[in-house]
């Protein structure tokens, strides 16, 4: 007599799977979902109606040398680390940029430890994520150099999604430097 096994059963959802297709595509669209909940919040409470476009970059000239500095090597990091994403891998113009995204997010990362103001003066929960950035840079740069190209993809990945992306659309709340350059109420 055989023994009959009933088949085990596979649900068709799983969240691992989920995860493993489209976790960075998640992270992004929670992000920005938390900061268009956020932003309305934050602009229902001061009473704001419409929100106008508008550039203004004029504050960019009063602020700290420090501040700029910070300003500047996020905007150079975003711009490098999305060519960096989209473009071919491995070649001699991946290396460049590499290098120059790690300087880049490396004087984002430390010019942030002088700069306060979500907490008066004191550091703020975004201060863990530049101490976080200080730590993986060199980090990722190993595993790129020991050829483990998984891992050195996943650090670097993800310091761009964390660091670049989700922190920097918080940047752009309202009442803060950036949101006050490009929006009006």
Known sequence: MTDLVAPRFAPSFSLRRLHERHGNKLLVAGAA????????AILAGQGVG??????????LLEISPVLQAHIAGAVLSFAIGT???LGVKGRSVHRVLGYTWIVTMGVTAISSLFLSGLNGD???FIHLLSGWTIILLPMGLAAARRRNIAQHRRTMTGLFMGGMLIAGLFTFLPGRLMWSLFFTA
Do not use: E, F, M, Q
């Open 33 to 40: 979902a938390g900061y268009a909940w956020l932003s309305n």
């Open 50 to 59: 419409a929100v106008r476009w508008h550039v203004d970059l004029s504050p």
């Open 83 to 85: 060519s960096l994403l």
């Open 122 to 124: 004191t550091y703020s």
